[in-house]
């Protein structure tokens, strides 16, 4: 299983639609969790960290479950400025220090 | 705002010639970071530094080494650049060692190596 694997994408929805990304982690020890966004060209933004209990901003829901070792992130009501690519981001120990590791990322367009 | 600069946006480099990468952060961040990010392969760890005058190796250190000299700057350094080291190097830094720490990325240096 890869450290971090997400939906290849890409993905192309209308404007308003639902659009739902997957990510599974293999480390269970894994300590934890985010979404970033990365628009093209561009450097990667942090969107939203994950929390157990699941946590919302706005538009986005982001979703954990430690026992299958699962994240997820809602977009609802989708506008043309979601339009990026989606970076699954899952923070380890490695040694004494902690160290990020990145999903491939899943692209997504909303069109008009 | 944190900030995080480098110093060039676009670069090309010939086969066997030294290139420094150099990243500035202004938010007196503990940690700094140099990934490089290709298609299809993601953002790759290769040098990490979580203190002035120390480094750690990521996943794919081959063919580079780094510099922290001062706790703002962190240089990368492609010693003998290759073909295959064409790529978008991206810095980033954190504040500190939580494993709660954002990571705060500059704007990328996309390298070509003729």
């Known amino acids: 299983r890869k450290e971090v694997e997400q939906d290849p994408g890409p993905f192309n929805v209308p404007e308003g639609a639902t659009v739902a990304f997957n990510c599974t982690y293999s480390n269970s020890a894994s300590q934890s969790f985010f979404w970033y966004r990365q628009d093209c060209r561009k450097e990667p933004k942090l969107l939203m960290s994950?929390?157990?209990s699941g946590n919302e901003d706005g538009r986005f829901t982001a979703q954990l479950n430690r026992a299958s070792q699962y994240i997820s992130l809602l977009i609802r009501d989708s506008k043309l400025s979601d339009s990026a690519t989606y970076l699954c981001v899952v923070n380890n120990l490695g040694g004494s220090n902690y160290k990020l590791t990145f999903g491939k990322g899943t692209l997504l367009t909303v069109n008009p | 705002d944190v900030k995080v600069t480098q110093s060039s946006r676009y670069l090309v480099k010939r086969t066997g010639e030294k290139v420094f990468l150099e990243c500035v952060q202004d938010?007196?961040?503990?940690?700094m970071f140099w990934y490089r990010q290709d298609p299809g392969l993601g953002l790759r760890l290769i040098y990490f530094?979580?203190?002035?005058?120390?480094?750690e190796k990521g996943d794919i250190p081959e063919g580079y080494s780094v510099s922290r000299e001062k706790k703002e700057r962190f240089s990368l350094i492609l010693e003998s650049a290759s073909t295959n080291q064409t790529s978008m190097y991206l810095c980033?830094?954190?504040?500190?060692?939580?494993?709660?720490?954002?990571?705060?990325f500059g704007p990328g240096t996309r390298l070509l190596v003729l």
């Open positions: 994950v929390y157990s």
């Open positions: 938010m007196d961040h503990e940690n």
């Open positions: 980033a830094s954190s504040l500190g060692t939580s494993s709660k720490e954002t990571q705060y």
């Open positions: 530094s979580y203190d002035v005058k120390m480094k």
